[in-house]
């Protein structure tokens, strides 16, 4: 994307004075390229309900290199979407607090910062994008609006400049006659071109991370295809970290470098991609391989997960996956639960059996 | 082969457009189903896929009875669905049931389970003996793996699998030969998924029961499935047995389909045969001339937009697909 | 295979950002439920035994009730033994609301001045309730034609001003008797308020009908009456009870209202809203001649409005 130079002074956190929409405002960061791109660090998240404290995510951490794809599985109520949400800083509060852990992007802790810096972050180096573009959109404001607004706001440009921008950020998405589709509502989109309207939102600001919350759970398979293969695009093209949190095994496999499993709340087992699926080593996540029906295979057994997820509320002591284990024992059953065991390297799993599991020793 | 169940002959169901605040009028119509016609047999499970768009939950409404089509026949052991009406369209209905998708739509939340799964009987008083009815309730209540203790509950008060399954119940009521499964499970949760299927797979082959699978999860149809049509627009395209349609597509469509469908094993990454289609699916309510898949098709050639392919056996493919340039090509498997 | 009895918060697959909790009665709680009987009204009452703000809402109503109904309970005094000589004076021990303007005892006629005022609007919101609600449910059930014809007289119906149109009816009327005036009011309130009822029972069962269960029901083979009163009636039906409840509510304030502008009932008969418009003007120099009546007035009307919110709530079975 070309900088755009202006001689008009325009409020800007910097000192200097030409407006170039395409440089970042630091506003104040000490950002350290040396440090990791995005580092969780054992997060935990509460719901005080009235019906009791349900611990939504328990002690996570996870990281991402620029580039790379982390894919956070798990199914519903594993508390994923919580865990995005919270490194975002957009976790309704109440009935939602953050109640411990770090999150650093480029070593500073965006828990601890002020919520004016928080949004600035948000805007310029972490991006989301949600599942329903529907409900994602603001339903009365044109798509080039909102995507205008986006530079109008954060880097100060004029209209003009704004309009320019989201043409270009339309294009760029690879929809057709952006130049006339800018001027159109979210409602005359289809599904697809919603989803691809919300990655140009969330990518015109030139994020550095890209979570993306089960983006294309909702769409029919070939536009699932054609969105996933936009988004590995364009992270190629922006050497940009991706967080893919879903429930889909299969387009896990397609896009993860790594994989980060999640089962009430917790990390149960991380690893390469090809390892988790050749070999696993949570009793979880093997589980959840053999439920699951292939294209390529017909006539397999499908094993079933007996049991329920567990009430957040009320989390079983030990593991939390015990009631429902095959592998389990006394240990399990007690508090506390179990640590991440490192199988190899790169690789964990919160199992105490997981040689097991894996069929070691 | 076991004999057949149901057939349908050049199903069509049209809704009209209208227009207009006080006075309305007929500005077009949205093709939903335009000239279906599928076989299903006695035990057999026919798997029936496409997109949003494609028909294929209004197919499921038409046979269940829920909508009535514009024209064409749905015959089910002899009656003609369509054309019946009063006390022989209710009798006919006993042998043809449905399982819904939304576990917390398809049950009515002021009715106890016990309501829900007698809810038949009083519909149709003459089936079970009314002192027989509760044991009955209590029986289907134990065969789809619910504990019948809970009988006096609300839907509210059961996880979403165990919902399903009471939907379940609720369908195998009146005995029926035919149950209309319109995307059952995917509202639930993968883990919870497999213990609905295998209960619909035990099911049959105890009840001997015949089921038209509608989905659009393609693995999950091909686990299930003995015979699969693959829609789209309205029209069936491809039609077979699922080691033809899964293994040995004809079909552009078909073969755009399955190659979008990722596989849960990374090996295969980059190895499989990739079609990514281009543009939207066309509206129903203008289809495109002759072929209606020609606007995204590769294959497309001035034939296409002239001729509409029937849905037969060609050439290039043993099983029926309409496709003037119908060929195999396995977009499932790594390409060696 | 039988899955554990759990209560939990319904998730689905595509949940994002689900709030997890909600964590339902544990299983104890849940394992005695299975003995109670099925009915949901049953639970209902069960719920509403336990709800303060209900039980302190009925307990007001049943007051104001039993004022209407044995007045002869509340007070020995007779509301129209009047001696101008008595003319407004301030509460004592024997009469605790004092005299009003023309030497009668107040607090008498405040308890008779209850029948009246109740017996109105509960008869009127009987009335729109049947009136509104039949023509709501024709309409939305079976559409078409009968839904646009419905509709449309709806709308007539609506756009009549309903103060003016009071008015207008009454003045046409002109009742005499208190009989005959408590009858026309009715008729008047009946007549101007079915709308609001039709309207909301309408849109709620356009939206029932195409809920998943009763598309099953209909794929079952059942009649439409069965459809109606079975399925969409009970879970449509909510909506209309809280509208009704507060339109009762209204119209205690409305009949007050039309007499106060003098088309509503007149003397001899006494109500609330007599005794404001009567008492009006001694608002700075004998407020309590203003403050009664009213206080009144507006604790019955709180009192329906909050009793059929917590009715509302208890009847969803969702809201366990």
């Known amino acids: ?361 | 082969m076991a004999e057949v169940v149901l057939e349908t002959r050049d199903l069509v169901k049209y809704f009209p457009i209208m227009r207009g605040i006080v006075f309305k009028r007929r500005v077009g119509e949205v093709k939903a189903v335009d000239g279906v016609s599928i076989t299903l047999h006695r035990g057999e499970t026919l798997g029936v896929v496409g997109e949003s768009g494609c028909g294929k939950s209004t197919l499921a409404k038409l046979l269940i009875g829920l909508e009535r089509p514009t024209s064409g026949s749905i015959m089910v052991r002899g009656v003609d669905m369509a054309r019946v009406r009063g006390a022989a369209l209710r009798r006919a209905r006993r042998n043809i049931q449905m399982v819904m998708q939304d576990p917390y739509t398809s049950l009515n939340p002021r009715m106890t389970v016990r309501d829900i799964v007698g809810e038949p009987f009083e519909i149709h008083p003459d089936v079970v003996p009314k002192n027989r009815r509760a044991a009955r309730v209590a029986e289907l209540i134990e065969l789809v793996g619910l504990n019948p203790d809970h009988i006096n509950r609300y839907p509210h008060q059961f996880s979403g699998g165990q919902r399903q399954r009471i939907g379940i119940a609720r369908a195998l009521a009146l005995n029926p030969e035919i149950i209309i499964c319109d995307e059952p499970v995917s509202a639930l949760d993968v883990s919870i998924q497999a213990q609905v299927m295998n209960l619909l797979d035990n099911l049959q082959k105890e009840l001997g029961l015949a089921y038209i699978f509608i989905a659009h999860d393609l693995s999950v149809v091909r686990h299930i499935s003995d015979r699969v049509a693959v829609m789209y627009l309205g029209k069936v395209v491809e039609t077979g047995d699922e080691s033809q349609i899964y293994d040995h597509p004809t079909h552009p469509y078909t073969q755009a389909l399955l190659s979008a469908v990722p596989v849960p094993d990374p090996t295969l990454r980059g190895l499989r045969d990739q079609i990514v289609l281009e543009g939207d699916v066309p509206s129903p309510a203008n289809p495109p001339s002759g072929c209606r898949f020609r606007t995204r098709c590769w294959k497309a050639q001035e034939i296409c937009a002239k001729e509409e392919p029937a849905l037969v056996e060609r050439p290039g493919s043993p099983h029926p697909s309409a496709c003037h340039f119908a060929e195999e090509r396995d977009v499932v498997h790594a390409a060696d | 295979m039988t899955d554990p009895m759990m209560s939990t918060l319904p998730t689905t697959e595509t949940g994002g950002g689900v709030v997890p909790g909600a964590a339902g009665p544990g299983a104890a709680g849940a394992e005695e439920r299975k003995e109670r009987s099925a009915s949901l009204w049953a639970d209902a009452w069960r719920d509403l035994r336990k709800n303060v703000v209900f039980l302190i809402s009925c307990f007001i109503i049943l007051v104001i009730g039993s004022m209407a109904l044995f007045p002869k309970l509340w007070t020995s005094q007779d509301p129209q033994a009047c001696h101008p000589r008595y003319s407004k004076l301030p509460p004592s021990w024997e009469h605790p609301f004092g005299y009003s303007v023309t030497g009668c005892d107040y607090y008498a006629q405040a308890i008779h001045g209850a029948r009246p005022s109740l017996t109105i609007a509960i008869l009127a919101t009987i009335g729109i309730l049947l009136v509104g609600g039949t023509l709501g449910i024709l309409a939305g059930f079976y559409g078409g034609w009968l839904d646009a014809i419905i509709s449309r007289i709806t709308d007539i119906f609506f756009s009549l001003p309903f103060l003016l149109g009071a008015i207008v009816f009454l003045s046409l009327l002109k009742p005499n008797e208190p009989a005959a005036q408590v009858a026309s009011i009715t008729g008047v309130l009946i007549v101007l308020g079915w709308v609001t009822i039709a309207r909301i029972t309408r849109g709620s069962v356009i939206a029932t009908r195409a809920l998943d269960y009763v598309q099953a029901a209909r794929a079952l083979g059942a009649s439409n009456a069965r459809l109606m009163f079975r399925h969409i009636l009970p879970n449509a039906v909510a909506p209309a009870i809280v509208v009704a409840t507060i339109a009762l509510g209204s119209f205690v304030s409305a009949e007050a209202t039309i007499t106060f502008i003098g088309v509503g009932l007149r003397a001899p008969a006494v109500s609330w809203g007599t005794m404001i418009a009567t008492h009006q003007q001694y608002i700075n120099s004998d407020p309590w001649l203003l403050a009664f009546p009213g206080g009144l007035l507006v604790a019955t009307v709180l009192a329906f409005i909050l009793a059929g919110d917590a009715l509302r709530d208890a009847l969803d079975p969702r809201l366990r």
């Not at chain 1, 889909?248 to 896009?255: K, N, S, T």
């Not at chain 1, 957040?312 to 640590?339: E, H």
């Open chain 1, 1 to 361: 994307m070309s900088p755009v130079a202006q001689t008009d002074s325009v409020t800007q956190t910097d000192s200097v004075t030409a407006t170039d929409i395409s440089v970042k405002p630091n506003g104040g960061l000490a950002l350290d390229p040396t440090a990791p791109l995005l580092e969780v660090r054992d997060l935990k998240v509460d719901f005080r309900t009235r019906y009791g404290v349900a611990h939504a995510v328990n002690g996570v951490s996870f990281h991402v290199r620029p580039g790379e794809t982390l894919a956070i599985l798990g199914e519903s109520g594993c508390g994923k979407s919580v865990t995005a949400q919270a490194v975002m800083g957009i976790i309704d509060s109440p009935p939602g607090f953050v109640t411990g852990g770090e999150v650093r992007f480029r070593g500073v802790d965006l828990l601890k910062l002020p919520e004016e810096e928080r949004r600035r972050v948000r805007a310029n180096h972490i991006a989301m994008i949600f599942q329903d573009a529907l409900s994602a959109l603001n339903p009365v404001f044109t798509v080039g609006f909102q995507l205008g607004e986006l530079f109008r706001k954060h880097r100060g440009a004029t209209r003009a400049e704004a309009r320019k921008r989201a043409i270009e950020l339309l294009d760029m998405v690879r929809i057709p006659a952006a130049a006339q589709r800018v001027h159109d509502f979210p409602h005359q989109f289809s599904g697809g071109m919603r989803q691809r309207v919300m990655i140009a939102m969330s990518l015109a600001l030139d994020p550095d991370v890209l979570i993306a919350d089960e983006p294309t759970t909702a769409l029919d398979v070939t536009v699932q295809a054609q969105i996933m293969k936009l988004l590995a695009d364009l992270q190629a093209e922006r050497n940009m970290g991706l967080i893919l949190i879903t429930h889909d095994m299969g387009v896990v496999a397609d896009v993860a470098d790594r994989i980060s499993v999640m089962y009430a709340g917790r990390i149960v087992e991380e690893a390469p991609v090809h390892d988790i699926y050749a070999n696993p080593a949570h009793p979880y996540t093997k589980a959840l391989l053999e439920s699951i029906p292939r294209l390529d295979q017909k006539g397999q057994e499908l094993n079933v997960i007996r049991g329920l997820p567990p009430n957040l509320a009320n989390i079983p002591p030990g593991c939390s996956f015990n009631p429902r284990c095959r592998y389990a024992q006394d240990v399990c059953r007690k508090d506390p639960p179990p640590p991440q065991f490192t199988v190899d390297v790169g690789r964990t799993s919160a199992c105490h059996f997981w040689k097991d599991v894996i069929g070691r020793g």
